[in-house]
Every structure is written in structure tokens, then in C-alpha cells.
């Protein structure tokens, strides 16, 4: 198998190739990001017309985010499972049609539970469909500057949300809500040129062959493939739950400050420019986190879950004490501790993704996401609400904001318990040099129906310590040989290596 | 010769007197079916300019004084008159005296719907002095510059806002320089006008182009109506259709030449002859390569320690 063809011309590689069309890819995320996330964030403008427009309460008119966000986190799976199926172009280009035509329709609403359905159904899916491919797209194409090329792609959200609103602004004050919603789908099929420029790495996920005389469409063969492309096993797997559990923590607590940082401020006395100005500068440093993170955990000095866990905790940190900030009206005291707020907040996000490889291997990393999208969400639904609930219980923000920086501080805590987490070197790669060894001579029957691309074959390795196979009917014979002498090499070499 | 010494000042607004301004009378003494009573309204000048507002809501006689302490030369005797709409009210002139280091000028005037206006008083030295009082009818909350816009077959809903609910609210749509008034009853399908406290909206349904205008709300109060304008603009739904058409059109585009410009690179090359098949066949046939390239990739692929 491996040695059937001539070598290829330099610039086809397939395997992570860590530049090239890979920043092409994240240019893609970035304006992706942009226009999902950023349309979510700048939304503020169409309410205050649909509340004047359709006579219903603010409350009501917000439920429509609400449903959107929602719709975006539980359908994520179903998204990477579609991707595993047919590959992440279609389906992001699926997604943006999906998400702009929740948009078109939107603009024919005579009633807000149309726009429920519309923008918060519809486009949710959508978003489901373009958000999780599109990250795992840029997590395939890079390995050694995955960390700043997911950063460079996250930036699109920042950098959107300061120009969306006045653009929104603009719209509507010309076209009215129902022509700026119908631009805006317009605006949201870009996502469809967006998945266009995902070239495909590879072949997608395959499933084990069928067994002999059993037909493609039959109850099992469709359970059996529905399973493998959600990666449903990996909610039986000790670290994918420590990790789902921890991200579920983080979002209790990471959504409060956005939510209550205005009103808090202007709780403890400022003024309302002041109160704004916080809330742009926390969003100015929330950028530049994300891209201080992305390159200094490329740098390789500490292990990203390490990072991630610094993060965190820092984070968490901070949290507990944006209450003491502004003690005694102290504006430089708030805006000092947002700015760390928000420079944390950043810096967590890309390696809240690229920490997923290191987690579940390069081959369940689409389904991982998904899934870990629909978990988290429980995170977020009851973050926001909790927070409320304190403030109205206990008449100021303080509580929320140590509530919020308890969940944090406790994923932090979830974080280190994965396995392995306390040694100072990455598992794989130790296993995949001596796995390689190994690999020319192998030659399995079924690789030919399976991927035959590199980071496939490398993939197996990263499953092998956390994970047991069990559809991956290619890695079983290759198990038992390798882990001994893998048992071996590990003390050693992680003796060197500390 | 004052400059200096003025510009460093900062004109202090003194509390002012709104006694009997809100309420149906000022003076336990006066009847209540006395229609005319009496408002006072005091203010003291520290700079040489100050411009006060008053809002009236019926006839009254209103008492202007005001106070001028800010005269470095402190003259005995200074003039002082008074001004409506900067021409000068004959016999107004009088001489002012210097008391405990400031100067008085009182007046009264009888305000109804004819004679609302800007009114001053000035105190004359080498260099004039004054105190601008704006006597108007309450003004409306919202300025609307931007005009609204909404589409055909739809509806529309304009709104007006005061500080103090009037006595009615009456609307007209402007034709040219003439309006002609709104009537709820005789179109029930067409407008609708609802009033509530000191907000009042109407709603225009089923708009054609022609519902494209100004219109006017005005607030009547027992001296005169206050106007505020809104404009409407009514656009079919083709207007953001040419935007949303150009965007798909440029979408579609991008698309095809990402496509194209991938189909071509990846022709350009591959050592075989490709067949023009699908893209999945040729990345297939590159994965396929790229496994004899594996032992370069595994040096080059290090993962973070």
C-alpha cells in the first residue's frame, strides 16, 4: 500500500499541512466567525425595531438569540456527523444556505413567533451546520500552528462586532428591519464561498465494510453508521467526559461578565460612556488575547491542556476579584480587572478547541466537537440565568460575578484530571515514532475501503492511549504489539524529556 | 473692556421659581374661574448673555425680573429695556439703580397665543448685557430627522411625545404647503390614532406609495399647538431586492472561480493524466501519494511537549 505510487510534487500534501492553502482555510473561519457570530452579537439593532415593530416585550424579542444559540449547540453534532459522512465542503455550503435563507424568510415575518421559527430555528441549524466544520476544517490543515491559526480565525468575531452594528444601524435606517434582514441573508451566503475554499484533506471518515449479504439501507448497517459518525462511543470514554464536564463548567462562568458587565458598572455608579467604554476596551484585549494565546502556545514550551488550565485559573481569578475592582467607585480599578477579564476570556478560546486533538485523536476530533458543543450548551443555559437569579436574590452583581469564577476555577480543576495530564510530554508523540517503525510492513486487507491518508494512519496512534478501538477494525491487529514496548519507551523517554 | 474678566466667569444658573407654573392657580386669593393668572419667573445674570426657556401652557400674565450682578464698573446708574424678538418695546427704557451690588429690571406681560416670542432684558453700560427668556408652547421630546421607512402593504405606526399631556392630539398629512387632517373614524381600515397620556401614535395600514409624506401630530394646548413633523417614505420591495441580488450574484460568483481555480491548479499538477472526474477522485489519488511521502511528514509533524 505504501509504496504503490511515484512521490508526489511537493505542494500536495494532505497531511496537516501547516501553512500554505491552510491559511486560505482560516481566512475562511475568520470571515465565517464574522458572519455567524458577529450577525449573533450585533443583533441589538433589530430588536429595538421588532419590540417597536410587533409591540412585544424586550424579553420576548431576545428569546430569538436565545433559540439560535441554542439550535447552533445541540444540532453540532448532527453537523460533524454529515461532515464525516460527505466531507466539510457540502456541508458548509449546505449550512450557509440554510443559515441565509432562515434570514430571507425572516424578512416576510408578520409575527414574532415567525421569527422564532426563522432566525432562531432555521438559521440556528444553519450556524450548526457552517460553525463546528469550519473549525475542524482549520484543525485538520494545521498541526504545529493549530493554536494561532484557530486565534487568527476567532479574531473574525471581535473584529465583526464593532463593524455590524453600525452597518445594521445603517440598513435599517435605509431599508427598514424587513430589507436589512433580507441584505443580511444576502450577507450570511457568503459563508457558502467560505466552505468553497475547504479543499478536502483526505477522504472522509469511512465505516467499517458491511458484512456479507447485509444490505447498505437496513436498520442495523444505518444504526451502525450513525453511531460511528457521531462518535456516540465517545460519551462511554472517561476523558472525553472529564473534558465535556470541565467545558460545561467554563461556560457557567464565562458568559456572565458580557451579560452583566454594563449593568454592574453602572450599578456601582459610572456613567453610561464609561460603563460602554468597558465593555470596548474588555473586547479590544479579548482580541489580542486570542492571538498572544494562539502564538505562545504554538511556541511549545508548555503542553496545551497546561496552558489551558493557566488560562482558566487566571480567568477564574480574575472573576473572583472584578467585584474588589471597582470597591470604593474605582474606574481604573474596573477597568484594570476587566481588561484582564477579557484578555483571559480571549486567550481561552482557541485552546478550548485545539486541546480537543490532543484529547480524542485527529479522527474523532469532528464528532468530538459536536458533541462537546451540545454539552456545553447546558453550561450557557444555565450560566446567564443563574447569574440573574443571584443578582435578584441578592440585589448586587457580586455573587454572580463568584459564582461565575467558582464554575471556572472548578472546570479548571476537572481539567487536570485527565489522564496524563501531570506528565511533562504529549503522549503521542512518543508512540507515533515508534509506531511508524512498524507501519511500512503492515498491510491490512481493509485498508483499501479505509482512508489511506497519512494523518489517518497517524490517527490511530493518538486514539490508542486514551480510547479502545471498536470500529476501527484496522487498528485491532496493530494494538497489542505496539503497547509494550510503548510501556517501555514512555518512562524512558519521559525522563529525558522533563 | 469686560472680556476677560467675563470669559473666566461660568454663568451660574440660579434655581428658578416655577410657582404656579403646573398647577390651575398660584394664588389662594384669586378665583378659580379667573382665567389669566400670574407667573413669576426670576434670573440672574453673572456674564453678559443668558438664555432662559419657558414652557406656558395657557394665557397668563408673566412677570420676567431679572438680575444682573456681574458689572465690574459699578455705576449708579445704568439703562435698561426691554426686547421682544430683538426689536425693542417702545417706553421700555428705564433707569436701574445699583442695590446692594446689583441691578433690577422687572416686567409683566400679558402672554397669549399672539404674543408668545422671545423676549429680553438688557441692561445697557458701555456694553449690553442680557437675559433672553424663550416663551413658547411645550416642545415635543423626540426629534425625528430620519425619516421612516416601511413598504408597501404593510403598515406603519408614528409616534409623538411631550413632557405635559395637552388637551388633544390632532394629526395631518402635509400636502405641499397645505395639511389636511387625519380622521380615524371616517378610515377605520386605513389609519389608526391612539392616544395615551402624553404619548400619541398613529398607524398607517395597507400603505400605497402615496401614504409617502410628511405628517404632523400637534399637541394643542389652551395657547397655541405645539407641531413636530415625521417624514414616511413607502418603498416596494425592490428597493432592497437590487442589494441582495448584487450580493448572491458576487457570491455565486466567488463560488465558481474557487472551483474553477482549484479544478485547474490540481490539473496543472498531477504527473498522470487526470480524468475530469470528480474532486473526490483526486484527492483521493493525492492521499494515495501521500503516503510515500510519510517519512519526510513524521519528521516534520512534531507535536507541542
Known amino acids: 500500500m505504501a509504496k504503490l505510487q511515484p512521490p508526489q510534487a511537493p505542494q500536495s500534501q494532505p497531511a496537516a499541512p501547516d501553512g500554505g492553502w491552510g491559511w486560505v482555510v482560516v481566512g475562511a473561519l475568520f470571515v465565517t466567525s464574522a458572519l455567524v457570530f458577529g450577525i449573533i452579537r450585533s443583533m441589538g439593532v433589530f430588536f429595538v425595531e421588532f419590540v417597536q415593530y410587533f409591540g412585544e416585550s424586550a424579553q420576548a424579542v431576545s428569546w430569538i438569540t436565545s433559540i439560535g444559540l441554542a439550535m447552533q449547540q445541540c444540532v453540532s453534532p448532527f453537523g460533524t456527523a454529515l461532515c464525516n ?185 459610572f456613567s453610561q460612556y464609561q460603563a460602554a467604554f468597558v465593555i470596548s476596551a474588555t473586547g479590544v484585549t479579548d482580541i489580542v488575547g486570542r492571538v498572544v494565546s494562539g502564538w505562545a502556545s504554538d511556541l511549545g514550551r508548555l503542553r496545551l491542556s497546561h496552558m489551558l488550565v493557566l488560562w482558566t485559573g487566571l480567568l477564574g481569578l480574575s472573576l473572583l476579584v472584578l467585584p474588589l475592582g471597582s470597591l470604593g467607585g474605582s474606574y481604573p480599578g474596573l477597568l484594570t480587572v476587566s481588561l484582564a477579564y477579557g484578555f483571559c476570556a480571549g486567550a481561552m478560546t482557541p485552546l478550548v478547541f485545539a486541546v480537543v486533538p490532543e484529547i480524542v485523536g485527529m479522527e474523532r476530533m469532528l464528532g468530538a466537537l459536536g458533541l462537546l458543543q451540545m454539552i456545553e450548551s447546558v453550561g450557557g443555559l444555565l450560566g446567564a440565568p443563574l447569574s440573574g437569579l443571584l443578582k435578584d436574590l441578592t440585589g448586587s452583581y457580586t455573587a454572580s460575578f463568584l459564582v461565575a469564577g467558582g464554575f471556572l476555577l472548578l472546570g479548571t480543576m476537572v481539567t487536570a484530571t485527565l489522564p496524563h495530564f501531570f506528565s511533562c510530554t504529549d503522549q503521542r508523540s512518543l508512540q507515533r515514532h515508534a509506531h511508524n517503525s512498524k507501519q511500512q510492513n503492515q498491510h491490512s486487507p481493509e485498508s483499501g475501503l479505509m482512508t489511506n491518508s497519512i494523518s489517518e494512519k497517524l490517527n490511530h496512534i493518538d486514539t490508542i492511549p486514551y480510547s479502545q478501538p471498536q470500529l476501527d477494525r484496522n487498528s485491532l491487529q496493530l494494538e497489542p504489539e505496539v503497547y509494550m514496548p510503548l510501556n517501555q519507551s514512555k518512562t524512558d523517554d519521559a525522563t529525558n524529556k522533563c | 473692556m469686560f472680556s476677560p474678566w467675563i470669559l473666566s466667569l461660568q454663568l451660574i444658573l440660579f434655581p428658578l421659581f416655577w410657582r404656579g407654573l403646573y398647577t390651575t392657580e398660584t394664588n389662594p386669593q384669586l378665583v378659580l374661574t379667573d382665567p389669566v393668572t400670574t407667573i413669576f419667573k426670576s434670573a440672574v445674570l453673572k456674564g453678559d448673555s443668558l438664555v432662559e426657556k419657558v414652557e406656558i401652557l395657557k394665557p397668563i400674565d408673566l412677570e420676567l425680573a431679572c438680575t444682573w450682578t456681574g458689572n465690574p464698573n459699578k455705576l449708579p446708574n445704568i439703562t435698561g429695556y ?57 416642545e415635543m421630546d423626540d426629534k425625528k430627522d430620519k425619516p421612516v ?24 398629512k402635509a400636502n405641499g404647503t397645505e395639511q389636511e387632517l387625519i380622521n380615524a373614524t371616517t378610515d377605520p381600515l386605513r389609519y389608526k390614532i391612539s392616544v395615551d397620556g402624553n404619548t400619541t401614535k398613529l398607524t398607517v395600514m395597507n400603505l400605497t406609495e402615496e401614504d409617502s409624506g410628511v405628517y404632523v401630530c400637534s399637541a394643542i394646548y389652551n395657547i397655541k399647538a405645539s407641531v413636530s413633523r415625521v417624514e414616511v417614505r413607502v418603498i416596494t420591495f425592490m428597493e432592497p431586492l437590487k442589494p441582495f441580488v448584487a450580493i448572491v450574484a458576487e457570491v455565486i460568483i466567488l463560488v465558481l472561480l474557487i472551483l474553477f481555480y482549484e479544478r485547474w491548479s490540481s490539473r496543472k499538477s498531477s504527473n498522470s493524466p487526470t480524468e475530469n472526474g470528480v474532486h473526490a477522485e483526486q484527492t483521493h489519488k493525492l492521499t494515495r501519494e501521500g503516503n510515500n511521502g510519510m517519512d519526510e511528514n513524521t519528521t516534520t509533524r512534531q507535536r507541542k511537549i
Open chain 2, 82 to 138: 426691554w426686547r421682544k424678538d430683538g426689536s425693542e418695546i417702545t417706553n421700555s427704557r428705564l433707569t436701574v439703580q445699583l442695590e446692594n451690588e446689583q441691578y433690577n429690571l422687572k416686567r409683566v406681560f400679558r402672554i397669549t397665543g399672539d404674543t408668545l416670542g422671545n423676549y429680553s432684558c438688557i441692561f445697557s453700560d458701555t456694553d449690553e448685557a442680557k437675559i433672553d427668556f424663550n416663551v413658547a408652547a411645550p
Open chain 1, 85 to 269: 459522512a460527505y466531507g466539510a465542503r457540502p456541508v458548509v455550503m449546505a449550512g450557509g444556505c440554510l443559515s441565509a435563507l432562515g434570514f430571507i424568510l425572516a424578512s416576510q415575518a408578520t409575527c414574532v413567533t415567525h421569527l422564532y421559527l426563522t432566525m432562531g430555528v432555521i438559521s440556528g441549524s444553519g450556524w450548526a451546520l457552517v460553525f463546528t466544520p469550519m473549525v475542524a476544517s482549520v484543525m485538520q490543515y494545521f498541526t504545529r500552528k493549530r493554536s494561532l491559526a484557530m486565534a487568527l480565525g476567532f479574531t473574525g468575531v471581535g473584529l465583526s462586532s464593532f463593524a455590524f452594528s453600525p452597518l445594521f444601524q445603517l440598513l435599517v435606517e435605509m431599508y427598514a428591519w424587513r430589507g436589512a434582514l433580507l441584505i443580511l441573508g444576502g450577507l450570511s451566503l457568503n459563508i457558502v464561498a467560505c466552505g468553497a475554499l475547504i479543499r478536502p484533506l483526505g477522504a472522509h471518515k469511512a465505516v467499517a465494510a458491511l458484512a456479507p449479504g447485509e444490505s447498505a439501507w437496513s436498520c442495523a448497517s444505518i444504526f451502525h453508521r450513525a453511531y460511528s459518525y457521531l462518535e456516540l462511543s465517545l460519551l462511554f470514554q472517561r476523558p472525553f467526559l472529564t473534558y465535556s464536564l470541565a467545558i460545561t463548567f467554563f461556560n457557567c462562568g464565562y458568559f456572565v461578565p458580557y451579560v452583566h458587565l454594563v449593568a454592574h458598572s453602572r450599578h456601582e455608579g
Open chain 2, 149 to 172: 421607512v416601511a413598504y408597501v402593504g404593510d403598515s406603519v405606526a408614528v409616534a409623538c411625545k411631550t413632557k405635559l399631556p395637552p388637551n388633544t392630539w390632532l394629526w395631518y
